[in-house]
């Protein structure tokens, strides 16, 4: 075989000790969401894990390179990633790496694939049939639009309206027979998929870095998210936590339970005094901030 590359010879050299499947020997780790939903862990990178470790190794490895001090205590290595997520020294968190299969109505896809820094392969339904596959919420999960928060709401509806609405759905999801019977006549999938609503389903391959997975989270597990993709956000942190348990707490800790401060807000701190802003929208985050503050 004619090759430029020479004949290396490559030394295939043995673990230090024993190592451990870091997925405990499973194809995939899911967790099912809504009726027809799912996040399914399917890898990891590092998969073996030194036995007693967990995926966190990683991290410390990476950090460690630069003095080389490859085996330490893992109640040193738990204070080595806080230290590293506290300062927000990031790179050793994208030593770790993860890839799912996810399962989403395409509303759900569509605030989900604004985040550049994962890899995406997602169904085509240009190639293929979409699913008869709905995202139908219960009576009790339709929401009351916000008066002070435009983008979303909290409270329910009432039960007549929303029961209405739902109602309404079942008949949007009709849309998918004549979906079916115009697939059938021969109209072209890529245009039949046109008259589907934005409750229908769809499906990625997605890999991300633990870095870009925790800035994801930080946004999508917040409770400015919309309520359906925080249920997605909330079982990928269920299912990653366990992989690697000291880098979840340290995020939980110095990103996603902890407030950041204006220098505005740290003024009105130190001085006892309102916050130096006539901003009614910067206002009112600094009471709720302060309300967590217990000020
Ligand atoms: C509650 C909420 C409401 C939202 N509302 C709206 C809305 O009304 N309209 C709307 O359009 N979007 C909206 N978004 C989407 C939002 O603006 C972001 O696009 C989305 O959250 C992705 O964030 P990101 O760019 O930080 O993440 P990622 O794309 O995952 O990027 C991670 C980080 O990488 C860096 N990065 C990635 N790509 C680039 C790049 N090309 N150039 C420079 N830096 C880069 C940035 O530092 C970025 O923070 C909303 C998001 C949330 C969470």
Redesign the pocket.
Known sequence: MSWPIPNYAIEKKPPEGELVDIMGGAARWEIKVHDHGLVALTDVMPRLAPAGKTADFAIVQAARVSYGAGTKQINEDRGLIRYLARHRHTTPFEMVEFKFHHVMPIFVAR?WI????ANVNEYSARYSVVKDRFYHPGVEDVRKQSATNR?GGTEPMDSLTAKEFCDYLDEVEKSYEKYEKFIERGIAREIARIALPASVYTEWYWKIDLH?MF??LS??M?D??QQEIRDYANAMFALIQPIVPIAAEAFIDYNFQSIHLTRLEVEAIKLSKPLASENKRENTEWDEKKKKLGL
């Open positions: 605030q604004r985040h550049r820094t983008q870009n800035h994801f946004l999508r917040d400015h998210a």
